[in-house]
Nanobody, 123 residues
Framework: VQLQASGGGSAQAGGSLTLSCESSGRIFSSTSMGWFRQAPGKEREFVAS????????NYVHSVKGRFTISRDTAKNTVYLQMNSLKPEDTAVYYC?????????????????WGQGTQVTVSS
């Protein structure tokens, strides 16, 4: 399985961006798709995840109410809609996949990773 992330870019604080992550193969209902981010000098952190079959979602507290994870099963694609962006959202964003619960948030537990996409938010 290969994951291809896209959609990063620059935005002003308060603006919006949407990230996409397409899987090269079928995504099974037992799979959870996650978004992580890594700012310079910081560890990679969990942002959001969704179980493909149940659509149960999980978000880190700092993005709740601002970010929305969704999926398109026909396109094998997961999205991260990011609204009300803040400068502290600036990071390289990665998508990842795991066979398991969307409540698994440690990056080391995710097996498949896409390449990162840069998100820069200016004040």
């Amino acid at each position: 399985v290969q994951l291809q992330a896209s959609g990063g870019g620059s935005a002003q604080a308060g603006g919006s961006l949407t990230l996409s992550c397409e899987s090269s193969g079928r995504i099974f209902s037992s799979t959870s798709m996650g978004w992580f981010r890594q700012a310079p000098g910081k560890e990679r952190e969990f942002v959001a995840s969704m179980n493909w079959g149940s659509r149960v979602t999980n978000y880190v507290h700092s993005v709740k109410g601002r970010f929305t994870i969704s999926r398109d099963t026909a396109k094998n694609t997961v999205y991260l809609q990011m609204n009300s962006l803040k400068p502290e959202d600036t990071a390289v964003y990665y998508c990842a996949a795991i066979t398991g619960s969307p409540y698994i948030t440690h990056p080391g537990d995710y097996k498949y990773w896409g390449q990162g996409t840069q998100v820069t938010v200016s004040s």
